[in-house]
């Protein structure tokens, strides 16, 4: 791990929301278009991750055709974006608004299409506005065997960075989802 994940001394040991969704709670999509956990999206990971214990989540999708890089196995990003978007529906649980600023992947071993890719996140530390934290995917289910693990930093930022930087169209169709909490989560993770 590179010092740039490892949390300072003074960082504090995360602290989950009041208001987060309970243990064993879906946490659902986010945003509907994103890549990573969005049902609007043909291809995509349609990865569903659950609320656990502390400031804790559990996930999983399983490998498509549409996800392979190598015949019959899944694509190096396409496994470090299902770690990303654990890595992120952490911050669900903290209630804040963080995008991902550093993402160190291992990968283990080759996960086939058709595997399910389960996995598990937690965040490590807090340090004002850097959120520390790691996963882990496993093949088959929470004891199979590691395929893949990643720690990561996320940046908290105000709902501004997505505003300024965002496709004007999608940030107002965003913004008008009468939903208020559809409306927060589709700020939630993207970088």
């Known amino acids: 791990m590179s010092t740039a994940l ?23 999509a986010h945003y509907e278009h994103c890549f990573g956990c969005g049902g609007g999206q043909p291809h995509g990971l ?6 656990g214990e502390g400031v804790t989540v559990t996930a999983g999708f399983t490998v498509t055709t549409d996800h392979q890089g190598a015949p019959g196995l899944a694509h190096g990003g396409v496994l470090a974006t ?5 890595l992120g529906s952490l911050n669900w649980l903290l209630r804040t608004i963080a995008v991902t600023g550093r993402l160190e992947t291992d ?8 595997t399910l890719l389960h996995l598990q996140a937690e965040v490590t530390a807090v340090h004002g506005r850097k959120i520390y934290s790691t996963a882990t995917g496993r093949i088959g289910g929470p004891e199979g065997p590691v395929a893949v693990r990643a720690d990561a930093l996320f940046i908290e930022v105000k709902v501004d960075h997505f505003i300024d930087n965002g496709r004007p169209e999608e940030i107002r169709a965003a913004m008008a989802d009468p939903d208020q909490v559809r409306r927060a989560r589709a700020f939630e ?3």
């Open 6 to 28: 490892t949390p300072p001394a003074d960082a504090i040991p995360p602290v989950r929301h009041p208001d987060a969704p309970a243990p064993g709670e879906p946490l659902g």
């Open 46 to 51: 349609h990865l569903e991750a659950r609320a």
């Open 82 to 86: 299902a770690l990303d978007e654990t």
């Open 107 to 114: 990968f283990v071993r080759p996960v086939p299409v058709g």
């Open 189 to 191: 993770v993207n970088p």
